[in-house]
Each structure stands twice: as C-alpha cells, then as structure tokens.
C-alpha cells in the first residue's frame, strides 16, 4: 500500500489511563497526529492486540452531540451504542477523532445549522460555506489500528466510505454491522440527507426518506453515452486520439468550484453514481494536477457496475504529491508532463508506481493534441475528461471534445467558472450543443449533448 510520506504517516501514543464507563472498562489513549497536529483517542476494551474480526467505531468528534447532547443529529446516539456494543462483545475499540463537523470545524458547523434552519440541508448548507459535503480523512484512524496491533475488523457503520478509506490504507474490513439509532422530529431530515445525497444505508421511515429513483432512471443518457462508445475503436483508427467525453458537475451560475484549489462537491448521489457509471463504461480517465491537489480523488468505480479506468494526470511540472489516492488505486496511474520536468521528481513518482509520459509541448506546457495521439497510439480507444476548470476549458478551445455530459446542481454559488481560465481566448468561440437530451436525477438536471463545431 502506497503512504503518504513518512513525515505525515505516522502518529505517536502519548499518554493512556483506565476509563471505567456505564458500558464497562476501557483503556483510553491519546495519539498525536503527524499529519493535522491533532489529538486523536483510541477507547480499547479487552484485548485487541493481534485481534482478528475486532469491533471497531470510528466517530467523527461532535461537541453539540457528543456533549451538550443536541438532537440535530445522531451522534451522541451513536457513540455509546457503539460503546455498549463493544462493552457486551468483551472487547473493541472506538477510535474518537478530531474531525467536528464533518471535518469543517465547531465555528462553521454552527454556520452551516443557521443555514439549516434557513432551509438548505446539511450537504447545500457546507457547500454554500466553502466546503466539501465531507472532508474527514481517516489516515489517522488507520495508523492508530495499526499501532495497536489489530490484523482485521468489523466496522460499526453505516458509511461506506469509511471502509474504502480504511482499506485503501490497508486495513482488513471483514464485515460492516450497521449502527442505527432511531429518527425524531428534530434530526429526520438530517438522516434523509445523509441517505439521499451521501449514499449512507439507513433504514428510515418513509415520510423522512427522500423518494428513490426507480431503477430505469439511470439508463437513458448512460445508454446514449455507451452507445456512442461503441464506434470508439473506429474512432481512434480514423483520427489517431481516444474518443473523449468531457463530464463535470457545475452550479445553475457555471461555478465548479468555490476559488481555485478549494473543492466543491456539486452533484448528488443519484447524478453521482451515473458519473460512476460513465467512469467504467471508458478505458481511461483524465483530470489536471489542479484536481489531484484539491481533491486527492481516486477516479474508480465504487457506485455503480464496470471497471475502474486508467486514470491520467496532466502534470506539466510534476507536482503529483506522494500520498495522491491514485497511487492505492487499482491501477497505478499514468502522469502526463513536460519535456522539461524534473529527472528526479520523475523517478521518485515511478518508484511509487506511478508511469511518467513525456509529451511534446510548449513553454514547459502538456500539449493536449500530442498527448490524446499518444493515448491512441498506446490503444486506448475511450477517454473520459473530469477537469478540473483549465483542463475542461482547454480541451473545449483544442476541439479535442466529442461528447459532452454535463450535471447541473440547483445552487448559487457564485465561484470558479469553468471557462474563465488561462489559455481561454473569447476569439476562439465555443461550441453550442446539438442532439440534446436531458435527465433529471435527484435534485440534479443531467445534460448530454454533441459539439457542434461547424457553427
């Protein structure tokens, strides 16, 4: 398993005492994390060292919850179900980690419950504040297990991502057990949003679940998009570069981003998992160094049916960082630069794994056209473009674009435009879209469509 770099990968146990609770005995350790300088706590009842199949909670720090004990949420709920649980099973460990809010601090998350209150659910009200609908991590969650010795586990959760998470840094999941505390008036909506829009499995009442989307939703623009995949190859033999989708989520205003380098998760789960989908119907996937910084994303399949793609990133000056996700992924990922990149960078990222593509350009630049004629010549039939916003503008002012799917979320966010970038020249026009269909999923409206470059 590829870590971050060893200065980040690593927490240090600093103090530990006996905890007696109402749920039985534990040992309390406090860990110092190298990576947010924060202090991290491993609540450990029994023995767990060398322990197989170990119970396990991670809980995400929450003062209003945990503490004051509000019914906005679940978490005060949750925490000492989960202490009961290991207290009954003998022996267990809930790792207690200083992430509040969602990873966006105590002074926001109080921002973002006076938005609640305004009507945005708790997803729209962290987006509209600058934020990611989650920035947890759980680097830190991983070492501390390892430190403690555990060989597997069975994680109390209803979040799938927090067993992606902890298997991406190798940890052995064996079993997810669900942890459910029962809905009330003042946190049922809060529940449904978190299984509408953040894919958690919760089984809720049906007057406080959002409705679901029947099964045949999901077909109409990934059946055209696969369709159109089909002459791909022939494609690629006629013209020598992959045939390129170009798909990204933008706000009813154009924005992708809140400002440049700062994430912005746009799309809901519904238009999610059909992004998904998109991803394994195409060879490979490409994304600029400027995704890769800001959203450290993987670019697999998780939420729908097929393979994960080849993922490519443009680096023109090899800034790929160490502990990217792309290096944990299934398929080590191809790093596009320049002729002028630095040798050392280069062998520092192929000794992690990762392949380095030099590709003719100018001013230290990736030119796109030599690069997709690379991809063809190395038989790669379909490409998928994700971004980020110079990536996507530069692909639509080189014509490089053969289909375009585009999800439009119902927000106002007034931040990064997509085709306000460097290298965009108004002289050169962009083109309208013919063969329009569209689909809504969730909240989302989905656009697909064909460049008309002639007009």
């Given amino acids: ?32 994390s190298h990576r947010d300088h924060k202090e991290h706590l491993a609540l450990v009842r029994g023995q767990v060292k060398g322990g197989e199949n ?20 679940d978490c005060n709920e949750q925490l000492h179900l989960a202490m009961q649980r ?108 978190k299984a509408r829009r953040m894919g958690h499995l919760l089984g809720l009442p049906q007057a406080s679940a959002a409705p679901a989307a029947s099964p045949g939703e999901h077909f109409t623009i990934m059946e055209e998009v696969r369709a159109s995949l089909k002459g791909s190859e022939a494609h690629r033999r006629r013209t020598g570069r992959p045939f390129v989708t170009l798909s990204y989520a933008q706000s009813l205003d154009g924005s992708i981003a809140d400002r440049p380098g700062h994430p912005l998760a746009l799309s809901g789960s519904e238009s999610l998992a059909m992004t998904h ?39 023109s000056r090899l800034r790929f960082p160490p502990y990217a996700n792309l290096l944990k992924s299934s398929r080590s990922p191809w790093i596009a630069t320049g002729p002028g990149a630095d040798a050392e960078r280069q062998q520092a990222l192929e000794a992690a794994g990762a392949r380095v593509l030099r590709v003719p350009g100018s001013n230290g630049w990736v030119d796109l056209g030599n690069l997709l004629g690379n991809l063809g010549s190395m038989g790669i039939n379909s490409l998928m473009v994700e971004g980020g916003a110079q990536i996507i503008t530069s692909f639509l002012a080189s014509r490089l674009v053969d289909q ?4 439009i979320a119902p927000l106002l966010v007034g931040g990064l435009r997509v085709v306000d970038q460097p290298g965009y020249s108004p002289r050169r026009r962009l083109p309208r879209l013919k063969n329009l269909s569209y689909q809504q999923l969730g909240d989302d409206l989905v656009l697909h469509g064909k460049p008309d470059w002639d007009n």
């Fill in 404 to 407: 375009v799917v585009l999800t």
């Fill in 86 to 193: 290991i207290g009954e099973a003998g022996s267990g460990i809930v790792l207690y980690l200083r992430q509040e809010g969602r990873g966006i601090g105590l002074i926001d998350k109080l921002k973002a419950y006076n938005l609640q209150d305004a009507g945005y659910d708790t997803v729209e009200a962290n987006l509209l504040l600058g934020h990611a609908e989650d920035e947890r991590e759980y680097s830190a969650a991983a070492l501390i297990l390892q430190d403690l010795g555990v060989h597997s586990i069975r994680l109390l959760t209803n979040n799938l991502h927090k067993i992606e998470s902890l298997t991406a840094w190798g940890i052995k999941v064996t079993d997810r057990l669900p942890l459910q505390t029962p809905a009330h008036a003042e946190n049922c909506t809060y529940l449904a949003t």
């Fill in 277 to 315: 989908g998109l991803r394994g119907s195409h060879e490979a996937i490409l994304v600029g160094i400027g995704t890769v910084l800001a959203d450290n994303p993987r670019l697999s399949v998780r939420l729908a049916p097929g393979q994960d793609p080849q993922p490519i990133v443009v680096d």
């Fill in 1 to 32: 398993m590829a870590m971050p770099s060893e200065e980040f990968a690593k927490v240090t146990r600093k103090a530990s005492a006996r905890i007696p609770t109402a749920e039985g005995e534990f040992q309390l350790h406090c860990y110092l």
């Fill in 54 to 73: 170990v119970l396990v909670r991670l809980h995400s720090e929450c003062f209003t919850g945990d503490v004051l004990g509000s019914r906005r949420c």
